[in-house]
Structures are given as structure tokens and as C-alpha cells.
């Protein structure tokens, strides 16, 4: 089993910077990608950017510019560093981690979750 703990979000103006981490633990085999989503009230929910174990990213058109993703392999922890933020960016975050165990075997991993808020 392996837990995902998110922390950095909070509330912040138009125009302002969050960072967001995730570190993983527990029993860890590899991790593959791992990425972040994020669903606002009444929306499904949607990815903002992932990263694989060899550092190749993907981002949403909507934070392309905006948002950068990075990892920490050593330490399982993934950040995602939000710039110019938009009251259209407010949502709950969610980490993911794709793992695979000793047998090969993936699972799908999700955090808690932490709220970010954008005032405009």
C-alpha cells in the first residue's frame, strides 16, 4: 500500500504563486509517473500536469506557462509550482502516482486532496 500526502494549498490573489508537494510512502516498489489533477465544484475532474520517472512532463493547455511540474525520485515527492494564478485555477488538487510492484503489477495511488483559491 502506498499513502500520498499533499500540502501547499490555501487561498491566494489573482496574480499570486502556490507550490504545491506530494511526497509518497509506504510500501514502495516504483513509482512511474505521477502527476497532478485537479476537480472544481460541478466539473469532472481533469489533469493539470504529470511527470515520469525520467523527467518527461505533460501539461494541460489551460496552465501551459504557468504552472510547472518537477520530482524528487529520491526523496517520492512531486511538486507542481503555480505562477500567475486565475480565479478559473481554483479547485481541489489531487497527487496521483502510477506504481508498479515487485511482480509487475500497476496501481493507481491518490492523495487527500488540497483546496487552492484564487480571488480575483
Known amino acids: 500500500q502506498v499513502q500520498l500526502v499533499e500540502s501547499g494549498g490555501g487561498l491566494v490573489q489573482a496574480g499570486g504563486s502556490l507550490r504545491l508537494s506530494c511526497t509518497a510512502s509506504?510500501?514502495?516498489?516504483?513509482?512511474?509517473?505521477m502527476g497532478w489533477y485537479r476537480q472544481a465544484p460541478g466539473k469532472q475532474r481533469e489533469l493539470v500536469a504529470a511527470?515520469?520517472?525520467?523527467?518527461?512532463?505533460d501539461y494541460a493547455d489551460s496552465v501551459k506557462g504557468r504552472f510547472t511540474i518537477s520530482r524528487d525520485n529520491a526523496k517520492n515527492t512531486v511538486y507542481l509550482q503555480m505562477n500567475s494564478l486565475k480565479p478559473e485555477d481554483t479547485a481541489v488538487y489531487y497527487c496521483?502516482?502510477?506504481?508498479?510492484?515487485?511482480?509487475?503489477?500497476?496501481?493507481?495511488?491518490w492523495g487527500q486532496g488540497t483546496q487552492v483559491t484564487v480571488s480575483s
Open positions: 496521483n502516482a502510477d506504481h508498479s510492484d515487485a511482480r509487475g503489477n500497476e496501481y493507481d495511488y
Open positions: 509506504g510500501s514502495i516498489f516504483s513509482i512511474n509517473a
Open positions: 511527470i515520469t520517472s525520467g523527467g518527461s512532463t
